[in-house]
């Protein structure tokens, strides 16, 4: 059984409602801080995967990001991922006491999924625009919590169909979204949904927002699209180091100059 037929039915293998298939999306995309710690990925800042605007990235959560170009150029690297916080900083604000999402709990759907997401210090890296950290967490598209079933048009977007389908060989799920007055994207200049119709696609492992392709004429040269390469892997602190510390390989033979004394 598939990924997808594996979530929309239940355990007496009778198929969900449509409504519940829609709720198992939006719980999917509140999923992301919890599904995974490091990605590496390649990014493109349009609907199409055009190589010579591709973009290789390394991220490790809370903050650390390396981002190269294509020819192997690098565009960025975090410089601050160790930097402590003085004693005013802690103290200044309420958000300063907030706790990663990953040492929080959330409250999940009998299926492992994230149905409401406690208060917590949210936030990816951005490059370019707010569209590359909404990507990574596409909280946007469900919301932080469910909406009450007497008012089911108050929910971020409208969702079509929802297929299984591959996305650069990983399973995703893929719908068309309508946005509703609700939708209150995390960059407004960059959101991930467009007004109209927009084709969104979801990784199933992840809940990173892999694809976003606006349909309406007006806006078909946004949206952005993903690759992911791996899933927590062991990436080092000089990775995201501007100034490499040059680390030994301790797997190299490491030869000694033993000079004889004069």
């Keep these: 059984m598939s990924t997808w037929d594996a979530r929309r039915h239940g355990e007496t293998g009778q198929q969900n409602r449509p409504a519940d ?10 999923s992301s801080p919890w599904k995974w710690q490091s990605l590496r990925f390649e990014y493109v800042d349009r609907p199409d995967p055009v190589p010579e605007d591709l973009v290789r990235a390394w991220l490790r959560r809370p903050g650390a990001l390396r ?29 300063s006491w907030l706790l990663p999402p990953q040492l929080v709990t ?13 208060e917590a210090a949210y936030g990816e890296p951005c490059f370019g625009n707010g569209r590359f950290a909404a990507a990574l967490d ?13 008012f089911p048009n108050t929910n971020a977007v409208e969702l079509g169909p929802l297929t299984e389908v591959d996305h650069a060989g990983r399973p995703a799920f893929e719908t068309i979204v309508i946005p ?3 939708y209150r994207p995390s960059d407004p200049e960059a959101p991930l949904c467009r007004p109209g119709r927009n084709l969104i696609r979801v990784d199933a492992g992840t809940g990173v ?7 309406e004429d007006e806006w078909k040269s946004h949206g952005h699209w993903i690759r992911i390469l791996a899933v927590d892997e062991y ?7 501007a100034e490499s510390m040059n680390l030994t390989d301790v797997r190299r033979h490491i030869s000694w100059d033993i000079s004889r004394g004069v």
């Design 21 to 30: 298939v829609a709720m198992q999306f939006r719980n999917l995309c509140r």
């Design 67 to 95: 981002l190269e170009s294509a020819a192997g150029a690098v565009l960025h690297s975090t410089t601050g991922i160790n930097d402590s916080k003085d004693g005013f900083y802690v103290s200044a604000t309420r958000k």
């Design 106 to 118: 959330p409250v999940y759907d009998d299926g492992g999924l994230v149905r409401r997401r406690p």
């Design 138 to 150: 596409p909280v946007e598209l469900a919301g932080n919590a469910p909406v009450p079933i007497e």
């Design 180 to 182: 509703n007055a609700a």
């Design 209 to 215: 927002c892999v694809s976003s392709r606006p349909l």
């Design 235 to 241: 990436m080092l602190d000089d990775l995201f180091l």
